[in-house]
C-alpha cells in the first residue's frame, strides 16, 4: 500500500480512548502498513490537544522513536511554499498545521491522508490538483 500522511485528529483519537472517533482510528490504523507519516505541526497540535494527558503525550512521542510514526522533513527553505498553500486556502483559514501536510503531500506525492477533518481537506487539493484518499470513511 502507498504512503499514508497522518493529521492531528487521527492521532489524538488513538491515544485517546474519550475520543469518538478512537475505536474507528484504531481499527484503520490495524489496516495500515507502517510507518505513518506525518509533520512537526502536526505533532505540536497533538501535544497540545492532549496536554491533559501527559501519558499519551509521552505515548505521542515514544511513537517517534518506534517506528509507528515518521517525521517528514520541512526545511526553512519550504516556508514560501507553506505559505503560498495558506494564501491559495485563506477562505477556510487553514492551520499550519493543515497546510505544511497538503505541502508535503504534493512535494513527495503522497495521496492518501489519514484525517477527521473532512470539511478542510475534501477541498485542499494534492499533486495534479487531484482530490485526497481520505481515511477512515466517516
Given at each position: 500500500?502507498?504512503?499514508?500522511?497522518?493529521?492531528?485528529?487521527?492521532?489524538?483519537?488513538?491515544?485517546?480512548?474519550?475520543?469518538?472517533?478512537?475505536?474507528?482510528?484504531?481499527?484503520?490504523?490495524?489496516?495500515?502498513?507502517?510507518p505513518l507519516f506525518s509533520c512537526w505541526?502536526?505533532?505540536?497540535?497533538?501535544?497540545?490537544?492532549?496536554r491533559r494527558f501527559p501519558t499519551a503525550?509521552?505515548?505521542?512521542?515514544?511513537?517517534?522513536?518506534?517506528?509507528?510514526?515518521?517525521?517528514?522533513?520541512?526545511?526553512?527553505?519550504?516556508?514560501?511554499?507553506?505559505?503560498?498553500?495558506?494564501?491559495?486556502?485563506?477562505?477556510?483559514?487553514?492551520?499550519?498545521?493543515?497546510?505544511?501536510?497538503?505541502?508535503?503531500?504534493?512535494?513527495?506525492n503522497i495521496d492518501t491522508v489519514f484525517?477527521?477533518?473532512?470539511?478542510?481537506?475534501?477541498?485542499?487539493?494534492?499533486?495534479?490538483?487531484?482530490?485526497?484518499?481520505?481515511?477512515?470513511?466517516?
Open positions: 500500500m502507498r504512503r499514508v500522511l497522518v493529521d492531528t485528529g487521527p492521532l489524538v483519537a488513538i491515544l485517546s480512548d474519550a475520543d469518538e472517533h478512537h475505536e474507528a482510528c484504531v481499527e484503520m490504523l490495524h489496516s495500515l502498513p507502517g505541526p502536526v505533532i505540536t497540535e497533538a501535544v497540545w490537544l492532549l503525550v509521552d505515548r505521542l512521542l515514544r511513537s517517534l522513536h518506534s517506528g509507528f510514526l515518521e517525521i517528514l522533513p520541512l526545511t526553512s527553505l519550504e516556508a514560501e511554499g507553506i505559505a503560498k498553500i495558506i494564501n491559495r486556502y485563506a477562505n477556510l483559514r487553514p492551520q499550519l498545521a493543515d497546510a505544511a501536510l497538503v505541502y508535503l503531500a504534493i512535494r513527495d484525517t477527521l477533518d473532512r470539511r478542510d481537506f475534501s477541498v485542499y487539493r494534492g499533486a495534479r490538483n487531484r482530490p485526497f484518499k481520505l481515511i477512515p470513511e466517516l
